[in-house]
């Protein structure tokens, strides 16, 4: 499949005759490294028979590739210049289908129209606009949205507090989040010489891989709750971020005391030194504690 849009030549030529401009409305950057998409589409190991959902498909650099495996991809785009050349470009394929308009509004309806267990997998991909990386994210790990992998690519910044392991500065209730349902990981580097225009700061290809198993947990929305609280003021130690928390309710000196002591940790200990594997234990006890359950 020829595909042109890599070259920065073609981009303007494109933006000119359909009167725009570059990050106007939605903070596009495009993807003109052919390497970056193709790094992404190996890791997946895709299959014909997978089901691959893109978001924000653009002048189709993911998407011409996508195709290419055989899967049957599913692509959103809520730019009207681009949807008119992504029907140019793609409508001949039968395994591609273009939804227009907005992901977080148009997903649940698709995903009722679809029969997923018809598919050996279903993928995510995306190269977000970063200003909508955090809703898009939420939106699939919090929606019950069934997926098995996810690649997106995103900030740099951003990747590698979702990646960053406990005992780091950059770990906080984001890499908690994220891990509490995926297994992550930053697949690869990219520079911003790798779009046009060049953003002002590096990207990276995040991997999402759902986990089939969840924490043991009393109250999930409370474990949550805990977790955002012991990154209030990282400076300080738990103990009093946990009492300085507006998210807990119910919390006097006495149970907290107890609830460390019972999960073993140490007053003094910070939430960046805590797995959250001890940040579950930490609030199933405080669950207890506080509601006067004895498990």
């Known amino acids: 499949m020829h595909f042109k849009y890599f070259s920065i030549n073609?981009?303007?030529?494109?933006?000119?005759?359909?009167?725009?401009?570059?990050?106007?409305?939605?903070?596009?950057?495009?993807?003109?490294?052919?390497?970056?998409?193709?790094?992404?589409?190996?890791?997946?190991?895709?299959?014909?028979?997978?089901?691959?959902?893109?978001?924000?498909?653009?002048?189709?650099?993911?998407?011409?590739?996508?195709?290419?495996?055989?899967?049957?991809?599913?692509?959103?785009e809520i730019d009207r210049a681009y949807i008119k050349l992504l029907k140019e470009q793609f409508n001949e394929y039968e395994?591609?289908?273009?939804?227009?308009?907005?992901?977080?509004?148009?997903?649940?309806?698709?995903?009722?129209?679809?029969?997923?267990?018809?598919?050996?997998?279903?993928?995510?991909?995306?190269?977000?606009p970063y200003n909508i990386t955090s809703p898009i994210l939420e939106?699939?790990?919090?929606?019950?949205?069934?997926?098995?992998?996810?690649?997106?690519?995103?900030?740099?910044?951003?990747?590698?507090?979702?990646?960053?392991?406990?005992?780091?500065?950059?770990?906080?209730?984001?890499?908690?989040?994220?891990?509490f349902y995926t297994e992550t990981k930053i697949i690869a580097r990219v520079s911003p010489k790798s779009f046009y225009p060049q953003p002002k700061v590096d990207s990276c290809i995040m991997q999402f891989v759902k986990k089939r198993e969840k924490l043991n947990l009393l109250n999930e929305e409370y474990f949550f709750k805990v977790s955002?609280?012991?990154?209030?003021?990282?400076?300080?130690?738990?103990?009093?971020?946990?009492?300085?928390?507006?998210?807990?309710?119910?919390?006097?000196?006495?149970?907290l005391i107890k609830a460390l002591e019972n999960s073993e940790i140490p007053p003094e200990a910070r939430g960046e030194e805590l797995s959250i594997e001890r940040i579950a234990r930490l609030a199933n006890e405080l669950y207890k504690l506080i509601n006067n359950r004895v498990i």
Request: proline share 1%; hydrophobic share 40%; net charge positive.
């Open 139 to 179: 939106k699939i790990l919090t929606g019950n949205i069934y997926f098995d992998e996810i690649y997106f690519m995103m900030q740099k910044e951003v990747a590698e507090r979702i990646a960053a392991k406990e005992g780091t500065k950059k770990y906080g209730s984001l890499s908690i989040f994220c891990r």
């Open 10 to 76: 073609e981009i303007n030529n494109f933006l000119s005759e359909n009167g725009l401009s570059i990050n106007k409305k939605f903070g596009q950057n495009f993807l003109i490294n052919a390497g970056v998409v193709d790094t992404a589409i190996k890791n997946a190991l895709i299959g014909s028979n997978d089901l691959i959902f893109e978001i924000g498909c653009g002048l189709g650099s993911l998407t011409h590739k996508l195709i290419a495996t055989k899967a049957a991809v599913i692509g959103f």
């Open 228 to 255: 955002r609280s012991l990154f209030i003021n990282r400076r300080k130690q738990l103990k009093n971020n946990l009492q300085m928390s507006p998210f807990i309710k119910n919390l006097n000196n006495e149970i």
């Open 95 to 128: 395994n591609f289908k273009l939804t227009e308009g907005d992901f977080l509004k148009k997903i649940d309806d698709i995903l009722k129209s679809t029969d997923l267990k018809k598919y050996g997998r279903v993928l995510f991909f995306g190269n977000l």
